[in-house]
């Protein structure tokens, strides 16, 4: 798969809701019921990131809920790909961009949601062919204001703003006319997961999937 079609696919995917849930999951047992709430709640992406030894098996999980369209997150190698397509991940997520890492998401037909933090980096990526890509750490790399000022120059390239995203700020990044949508962790508490409140997690989700309306 090229990457100009990885991003066509990664556009849809991302243009399905405002926020795409950031998951860091410990217990596989959690994976059905989570993903249950969430896409209830109106957030059908899900993003579980590779940084546990119960990704995999979550995503496995996660990607037999129905409606639900499951990546996987911190892809940083050609060895993440493989795994993370075999488990399940319909598409893949990275903090950046690799020649190795566009190679392997090629040949596994895994679209890739590359990240990027400098108007270099995007400029690289929209080389590579990729112009849907992560903006991260959107936080301590400038926030909406820097986005915002990205957009003049590389009107052609599409953001999906992720790290430091909340709440309170997701509302700024999701105005701007570069922004498909956002990742945060907000609606996916670690605390809510331990205590099995997935009504409670469905009613964040509401409230996320209600941000752009």
Known sequence: MTPD???????????LAPVIPVIVIDDAAHAEPLARALVAG???????????????????????????????????????????????AGFAVSPGL???????????????????????????????????????PAGPAGGPAYLKALGGPLPGIAFCPTGGVSVQNAGDYLRLPNVVCV???????????RAGDWAGIEALARAAALLRS
């Open 5 to 15: 079609r990885q991003s066509a696919r990664m556009r849809a995917v991302c243009a």
């Open 42 to 88: 109106g957030l059908p992406v899900l993003e579980v990131t590779l940084r546990t030894p119960a990704a995999l098996e979550a995503i496995g999980a996660m990607a037999r809920v129905p409606g639900a369209v499951v990546g996987a997150g911190t892809v940083l190698s050609a060895q993440d790909v493989r795994r993370a397509r075999d488990a399940g």
């Open 98 to 136: 690799t020649d190795a890492l566009a190679t392997a998401c090629g040949d596994a037909g895994l679209p890739l949601l590359p990240g990027a933090a400098t108007a270099s980096e995007a400029m690289g990526a929209l080389e590579a062919g990729y112009d849907m890509l992560k903006f991260f």
């Open 183 to 193: 990742g945060g962790s907000w609606v996916a508490p670690e605390a809510m997961m």
